[in-house]
């Protein structure tokens, strides 16, 4: 039956960057699935507090291989 | 890490309205999924009966905070 | 060949909600056009009038069996 | 120059119904803007708290014409 | 409650043609996902090698119902 | 005036391909409307029955020049 | 049951600009079909020969009351 | 904080063309805006009455210079 | 193998309308390449000073032949 | 009427980052609205001169409470 | 720099299938463009005459690694 | 004919963040293509390996005056 993958779709967060709100959320999901290949980022958001950025937001679908 | 949150994709049904069919989907998954908190709407559909419609059909995703 | 089916798109009015919007515009369609199947909303708008809504407006795709 | 409109969007929020939320949001703009003619459900989200839906809230635009 | 069905996402892949890479997809899934009722094709890739195509890759929605 | 063409919208089915489920819904629509010129796919999805799939359903739209 | 509009779908064509497209689509179609109330455009494409534009072609929606 | 734009959402109207409906739209906003800078057509839509296109309407995004 | 397209994206800018915005990619385009076939409008903007419009932008998708 | 908030569209600019752009944006517009909340980010754009990116600038939407 | 690749849109053509179209389409860029590595399928079309299905058409993106 | 601009699509490639990503892309096409002005993100993804974001990939247009 060839490879298959399976996407699951995360939501990553933190106060720096869009770089470090993804590396989040992979390594977060990565502690219980196995074998993460690729991510493809679906939103940006963020939260405003007092008139400043306090954390930028991702939508980001993951892929793994299923066994 | 911080928090990071993981989507599912559900398909609730109600004879009544989309509201309905919405919190049937919530109850639902909220039996095996702790911690929703949010969801959004993706679609809008419906079954037709002898020219009467008889079912409201959401598709919506839900967020939990993963652990 | 096996079956095909038709869509066609409506759009429905309703002073009340978008299921009674919905139901009226397959209704009313239902008048000429028998076995339709199953729908799928496309849009939702309305009219206001003097800061309050008057009429809620579903755009939907129905389909039916063709003979 | 003939009619001019401009668009607003808006979100909405009701425990009961998106009808509500738009008809809230509605009559909220209408205390500082007058002249609001028709609007478009943009997006559908809600909140949900110990496996209930507690919040629907409405993403939508609404018109009114430029003096 | 009524019915609820649950969505997830796949990525299938064959030498040979889409629909090949959909069924691959469908059965893998099948292994410990009981219960699946329908698809919906999201994206059509495929890799190229020495200006050849060598696979077709599908990615999909398929639903299933919740217990 | 002109040449003006009008769109249809169908869905085809087949248990083989979507070509097939293609060439199923124009030739079952040319019965009854002369003079369909092109088709665009928009949609394509299926059904699964035991881990299997067992139809491949397309939605396309259809034009044909208007006398 | 309040009114009901169907849309149907057209593609015009014109040598000079997309408003007589457009024009040329509706007064094309309003011979067979009466009380057209309002029209989207949802495609602008054309032809060229030549290194020359030689028409403009307009796919829009156009909708009408039902009895 | 560098340059800042804000975009404004504008519906314009024309008897004749797109063109003017757009030219009628920023010039009536110019009235109050100063410092457009540039436009996005979102979507076109227009009126038909016994037939004919009565009216091109235009939804457009214009952008300013925040001070 | 059978024919073959291949697309571009251009740019076409006029003082004047979208068609003759076109019309100038097109002719330009068609300096360095033959056989442009068909164009498709994926973007319309434009330029503002002092309040009018002084510029019509379009972004275009064009096919020509692959020898 | 329960809450309503309000979204602006906005184009933030920076030489360093998206990020920073966002922020720009944000604090440039907190200076005349009070109650930001959130934002999404809708569209990523830049300049370029002489091979090189000089401008980051953004495309983003930000929601506040109406009174 | 790194790796950089540049996408190239395609329209392929096949009696048979949309497989067989996208294969038509490579192998034909491929004589000109060395290492294409993936494609990405944008949409379907297809031509009918006589109430048959006579060609099928693809819109794809590929792309390769700049040198 | 007025300016008339092309554009071309890229994937960039980097360890480190999107924009450094952007710059790669669009520093590697400028050293064959001259005059390139601005550029529009598309898509974002990137590569992961043992639970780590290994590549940030962006697919961007980059936009160049046509001589």
Known sequence: MGKTFKKIELVGISEKSYEEAISN???????????????????QHGKIVDGHVTEFQVVLKAAFKLD
Chains 1, 2, 3, 4, 5, 6, 7, 8, 9, 10, 11, 12 share one sequence.
């Open 25 to 43: 959320a992979i390594e977060h999901a990565s502690k219980s699935i196995h074998g993460l290949s690729w991510f493809e980022v679906s939103e």
